[in-house]
């Protein structure tokens, strides 16, 4: 049963910086992707990054390019996903998904605010 379980949401300060984790379970972790999506509040819901079954290669649309980090360790079946300089309207619900299916975390979720 594929799993993935993502953490390290809470609330933050603008101008600050968080690290989520997307732990995957149930299926070869090193031959997919993940991609981080997020769900900001009245938008549909978006991707933020993605990183390439090996880790060597990410993409970001222009809304996280430069602020987002995205890594995988397929030696821990993991995935992460730094934020930095973090504003208010980085506010959502965060997903890891394992690329090319339809398998979802529950996500978890981001508050930026003062």
């Known amino acids: 049963q594929v799993q993935l379980v993502e953490s390290g949401g809470g609330l933050v300060a603008p101008g600050g910086s968080l690290t989520l984790s997307c732990v995957a379970s149930?299926?070869?972790?090193?031959?997919?992707?993940i991609s981080w999506y997020r769900k900001r509040p009245g938008m549909a819901r978006e991707l933020a990054a993605w990183?390439?079954?090996?880790?060597?290669?990410?993409d970001y649309p222009d809304s996280t390019k430069g602020r987002f980090t995205v890594a995988k360790d397929n030696g821990k079946n993991t995935a992460t996903l730094q934020m930095n300089n973090l504003k208010p309207e980085t506010t959502a619900v965060y997903y890891c998904?394992?690329?090319?299916?339809?398998?979802w975390g529950r996500g978890t979720q981001v508050t930026v605010s003062s």
């Open positions: 990183v390439s079954s090996s880790g060597l290669n990410t």
């Open positions: 998904r394992r690329s090319g299916t339809e398998d």
């Open positions: 149930g299926y070869p972790f090193s031959q997919h992707g």
